[in-house]
T-cell receptor, first 112, second 113 residues
Framework: SQQGEEDPQALSIQEGENATMNCSYKTSINNLQWYRQNSGRGLVHLILIRSNEREKHSGRLRVTLDTSKKSSSLLITASRAADTASYFCATGYTGTASKLTFGTGTRLQVTL | NAGVTQTPKFRVLKTGQSMTLLCAQD?????MYWYRQDPGMGLRLIHYSVGEGTTAKGEVPDGYNVSRLKKQNFLLGLESAAPSQTSVYFCASSTGLAPYEQYFGPGTRLTVT
């Protein structure tokens, strides 16, 4: 069963606005990764944060991790229409780090 | 570099038929994975392999078999297809080194009637 639950399930914003999506998980993790999936395509790795890190940045992406709350957030700043996609968090658990457990995803729609 | 490729892209099967999905990667990755994606369910791991000649069960292995005879290829077999196996199937690979970032293929859309 999925260990990562994402919130919201769907998000619609206008171009230029920021988009925030959240991921919660249930047990201790080794790392947490975020992936993007464009319609009809495979997943693409965006950013990874390790369990001993609290914040990571990559371009317009900012990821935070709160291990005490077992949650992570992905912030996309200054959204563009090309950011329209589904976003998934994936957790690597201590002891099983070669496998990732994916959440159900957040569908982001960025309109002009 | 083609990355991860999957064959075929689409397939329609009748209940009881068999087929094999092929995944190939040219990144010399040790680990390979097969997932299925159903609406509202995210990705679920079917089987995975941590090296040539090895396979292991994932979360939803029933009704599927896999083989990893060559490092670059990972085959997923359906011996007797059922409508419940209608899904989009994704293959992924990773280096085998932490933190195991995965690279995905474009997917195979399978319909079982």
């Amino acid at each position: 069963s999925q260990q990562g639950e994402e919130d919201p399930q769907a998000l619609s914003i206008q171009e230029g606005e920021n988009a925030t999506m959240n991921c919660s998980y249930k047990t201790s993790i080794n790392n947490l990764q975020w992936y993007r999936q464009n319609s009809g395509r495979g997943l693409v790795h965006l950013i990874l944060i390790r369990s001993n890190e609290r914040e990571k940045h990559s371009g317009r992406l900012r990821v935070t991790l709160d291990t005490s709350k077992k949650s992570s957030s992905l912030l996309i700043t200054a959204s563009r229409a090309a950011d329209t996609a589904s976003y998934f968090c994936a957790t690597g658990y201590t002891g099983t780090a070669s496998k990732l457990t994916f959440g159900t995803g957040t569908r982001l729609q960025v309109t002009l | 570099n083609a990355g991860v490729t999957q064959t075929p892209k689409f397939r329609v099967l009748k209940t009881g038929q068999s087929m094999t999905l092929l995944c190939a990667q040219d990144m010399n990755h040790e680990y390979m994975y097969w997932y299925r994606q159903d609406p509202g369910m995210g990705l679920r791991l079917i089987h995975y392999s941590v090296g040539e000649g090895t396979t292991a069960k994932g979360e939803v292995p029933d009704g599927y078999n896999v083989s990893r005879l060559k490092k670059q290829n990972f085959l997923l077999g359906l011996e007797s297809a059922a409508p419940s196996q209608t899904s989009v199937y994704f293959c992924a690979s990773s280096t085998g080194l932490a933190p195991y970032e995965q690279y995905f293929g474009p997917g195979t859309r399978l319909t079982v009637t």
